[in-house]
Nanobody, 115 residues
Framework: QVQLVESGGGLVQAGGSLRLSCAAS????????MGWYRQPPGKQRELVANVISDGTTNYADSVKGRFTISRDKAKKTVDLQMSSLKPEDTAVYYCNIDWGWYKNWGQGTQVTVSS
């Protein structure tokens, strides 16, 4: 049974930085990708960034140049460094593992950016 445990998040002023971390338990050798999604208030969940199994990274256009995702395969972790945060980055952020046929989700961590 794979579990994802997130840490980080919180309240920050616009222009500030935060770092989210996610640690996976269990065997995740055959996953397709690992990354982060977010769900702003009243909106649908959306991809923020992920790392594909070959090391390729993908970013939402809205975060390119501001967020950096990194994965440590040995530690089974994925981090999201968020800089130049904007009020529109306010959301619940979810760690995600995609197996191709199934997705695991973390419990979510709140990020609030004040203007």
């Amino acid at each position: 049974q794979v579990q994802l445990v997130e840490s980080g998040g919180g309240l920050v002023q616009a222009g500030g930085s935060l770092r989210l971390s996610c640690a996976a338990s269990g065997n995740i050798l055959s996953i397709k990708s690992m990354g982060w999604y977010r769900q702003p208030p009243g909106k649908q969940r959306e991809l923020v960034a992920n790392v594909i199994s070959d090391g390729t990274t993908n970013y939402a256009d809205s975060v390119k140049g501001r967020f950096t995702i990194s994965r440590d395969k040995a530690k089974k972790t994925v981090d999201l460094q968020m800089s130049s945060l904007k009020p529109e980055d306010t959301a619940v952020y979810y760690c995600n593992i995609d197996w191709g046929w199934y997705k695991n989700w973390g419990q979510g961590t709140q990020v609030t950016v004040s203007s």
